[in-house]
């Protein structure tokens, strides 16, 4: 243990209290312990006090860090773009006994284990499996302690053609990962959404919003099992496969853009904003919230302008099961709203704990009567130049004007 010193390192003050040596991959890491609920991570050794160094140094909750530390994880779906990303993320920031990446694509899961070897990476685990075999995932999750719920049928066009195949991943699927974790003595679930959900129109957000309201309640019925259930849910992830954007890209050789209508607007997030999400959910869950975060929107016409200034558009119209602006909380979803710096929380219709101790816990307010969060009544708008930035850091590096 290290004798007690006073830091200062990134614009983080306080007392050093302690040390300890842990392994992040394949990588040898120390943590500093501070008076105030955070560490300092440095990457050889131990300083002592006479050589403490004014350094920037990545902050981690001790909290997030000592529920990740020694867990098993499993993601379904974890060969998808969001799985992948959680993976990197908690593979470079934390060590997990176990991580499971559980997916029915076999090639994928030899192409993401290219990526990350089992070799360097000695906890992680590839699991060839399906969400809609039940007894596959109970026998998958033994010993997990965390499952994050990415699996999914996404495509809205694929969705309405084949309906019962969508119904079955993502509404059977979400139940069997439900049943599959009570019966494993699962500690914490969280479930991805979309915003397509909330008041859907198409046949995909109606299967979002059943299984969304399928992890809510079951919080009702576990019993004596200590097991969490939350939800996350988040709109349009930034370069997604079948998005605006590139798909603009795409298009853009050609001279000509199709728009579906001028006045069309959507949600933004980056991948890493979704897995950051959800990481805060694991640390703040008191179960059966629905986790919306407070992100930009952007007008289709600025990606066109983003993109390919100078390029001719044409006006395709809407196509079926489209809406002009998305919506992430519905106004009868905003008379149980709790807003808080950064988020929105949707209470679990049926009460499973105290609004107003957990405003008072995490600091929240009430929204008020009429409140709505909708891609075309946000407050926060990306403008052309910075949707250009957001293409160049996530999407394309090598896109310019």
């Not at 904003?273 to 008191?286: I, K, S």
């Amino acid at each position: 243990m290290l004798g007690r010193c006073s830091l200062l390192a990134g614009g983080l003050r306080g007392d050093c209290i302690g040390a300890e040596r842990f392994e992040i991959g394949a990588l040898k890491r120390y943590a500093i312990r501070f008076s105030h609920r955070c560490f300092l991570i440095y990457p050889t050794r131990i300083f002592e006090d006479s050589e403490c160094p004014i350094r920037v140094f990545r902050r981690i909750n001790t909290r997030i860090y000592f529920m990740l530390k020694n867990r098993s994880i499993l993601v379904t779906g974890g060969t998808g773009s969001f799985g992948k990303c959680f993976v990197r993320t908690v593979l470079e920031k934390w060590a997990p006994s176990r991580l499971v990446v559980y997916s029915r694509d076999e090639l994928k899961q030899y192409e993401m284990g290219l990526e990350f070897p089992t070799a360097q990476y000695p906890c992680l685990r590839y699991f060839i499996g399906d969400v809609r075999d039940e007894a596959r995932l109970k026998r998958a999750m033994e010993g997990v302690d965390i499952v994050i719920h990415a699996a999914a049928l996404k495509q809205v066009p694929a969705a309405e053609y084949n309906p019962f195949e969508c119904i079955k991943t993502n509404v059977l699927g979400a139940q069997n990962v439900i049943e599959a974790a009570m019966a494993n003595q699962v500690q914490q679930v969280v479930a991805l959404s979309t915003d397509k959900a909330a008041a859907p129109i198409n046949l995909y957000g109606a299967t979002k919003l059943c299984s969304d309201k399928l992890f809510v309640a079951a919080n009702n019925y576990k019993g004596h099992r200590d097991v969490k259930f939350s939800v996350v849910r988040y709109g349009n992830v930034m370069g997604s496969r079948g998005s605006v954007i590139p798909f603009f890209l795409d298009r853009a050789k050609t001279g000509v853009l199709p728009i579906t209508d001028e006045r069309m607007t959507r949600f933004n997030i980056t991948l890493q904003e979704g897995v950051d999400l959800v990481l805060y959910a694991l640390e703040h869950m008191w179960g059966g919230e629905i986790f919306v975060p407070k992100i930009p929107s952007y007008r289709v016409t600025d990606v066109a302008d983003a993109i390919a200034p100078g390029s001719r558009r044409e006006i395709v119209g809407i196509r079926p099961g489209e809406k002009l602006h998305e919506e992430m909380i519905t106004e009868t979803d905003g008379l149980n709203t709790i807003e808080f710096n950064r988020h929105f929380v949707i209470q679990p219709a049926m009460p499973l704990w105290d609004a107003d101790k957990y405003c008072e816990a995490f600091n929240g307010r009430r929204c008020q009567y009429g409140f709505k969060y909708s891609s075309g009544n946000n407050s926060e708008w990306l403008s052309v130049e910075q949707i250009r930035q957001l293409i160049q850091g996530h999407v394309d590096s090598s896109f310019q004007i």
